[in-house]
């Protein structure tokens, strides 16, 4: 079996967005597909705009964080320090509420003691690296991975694996598992750029804490191996070249296009908790939001919005 060694990820681009355009081509994420089949108004916002609310969601701001911890742990041949490092730079800098910066760190913590014999378990080949697969002439898919393994032992031995970490209040239910169409993108991705990906992982820590986890640490962490056929792999992949024609056409027509036929979605499911209601709804009526953008709202960092929040 050949030997892997950890891919070192300049810590500047660890969590941090795609490039929006790759040689001459729009590069378009499941994220973004995800919020443009939720909302073309809430798409035109994030994407179009590239805005986010200056006040960051605490699950959103917690996902990246913990993905950028865990980055880094990885990284650096699972050194613990540099994670806690993250976490303690956000606490310093006020970048994070301080209640979930430390419960993070527990549970950062608690994941590297429980998962302390990974490196028997399995080989590093990447970390947060990204790929692309062209689609069509204008755009292509984009993805960063969290961390691609290759297994040493156990019934996985011998695989190529892509471990997608989750920070999750409950871990996911059958349902739940069902409806993921991220990973199966991601092993499609990963299989046309060249790597012989047998199934996905989602890493899933559980922050919520319970009288059945604070006595158990075991009852925070789970590991869900997932195995999607050829078939979906095509069908994904099919509707995410569909839905990117259609964004691709919006960013080469411009802003100002992209917003007189971006239609809004407007009902109670989509709107409950999107950042964007407030001058969504300002536009509707006919006001000026100029004031609005720049008070509350900033250019998106991270390529994550509060609606993918899932993603991470």
């Known amino acids: 079996m050949p030997e892997y060694v950890s891919v ?19 590069i378009i994420s499941n994220s973004e597909v995800t919020d443009f089949l939720k909302c073309e108004r809430k798409h035109y916002y994030a994407y179009i705009l590239g805005i986010v609310p200056k006040k960051m969601s605490t699950s959103l701001s917690r996902g990246i964080i913990g993905h950028q911890a865990l980055a880094e742990y990885y990284a650096n041949d699972r050194n613990p320090s540099k994670a806690f490092r993250v976490i303690d730079k956000h606490a310093v800098d006020g970048t994070g509420d301080m209640d979930m910066l430390a419960g993070l760190r527990t549970l950062i913590g608690q994941y590297f003691e429980y998962y302390q014999d990974d490196d028997k378990l399995f080989d590093i080949i990447e970390v947060e690296t990204p790929h692309y ?153 006919g006001e000026d939001i100029t004031v609005m953008l720049a008070v509350d709202f900033q250019k998106n960092e991270y390529g994550y919005t509060e609606e993918t929040a899932e993603d991470l």
């Open 133 to 285: 697969m062209d689609l069509g002439e204008d755009y292509s898919y984009g993805m960063r991975l969290d961390l691609l393994t290759q297994h040493k032992i156990g019934p996985y031995a011998g695989e190529k694996i892509l471990y997608d970490h989750k920070f999750q209040y409950d871990f996911m239910g059958v349902d739940d598992l069902a409806l993921n169409v991220q990973i199966p993108k991601y092993i499609g991705t990963l299989r046309n750029d060249g790597h012989d990906v047998a199934r996905g992982m989602l890493n899933q820590l559980r922050w919520r804490e319970t009288k059945e986890n604070k006595a158990d640490i075991s009852k925070k962490f789970k590991r869900e191996p997932l195995s999607p056929p050829s078939t979906e792999i095509r069908e994904v992949m099919r509707e995410q070249v569909l839905a990117s024609e259609r964004i691709a056409d919006r960013k080469v027509a411009g802003a100002a296009v992209a917003k007189q036929i971006a239609l809004r979605s407007v009902n109670a499911m989509t709107c409950k908790n999107c950042p964007f209601v407030a001058p969504c709804k300002a536009e509707r009526t």
């Open 8 to 26: 070192e990820v300049p810590a500047s681009m660890r969590g941090s967005n795609l490039p929006t355009q790759l040689d001459g081509k729009v």
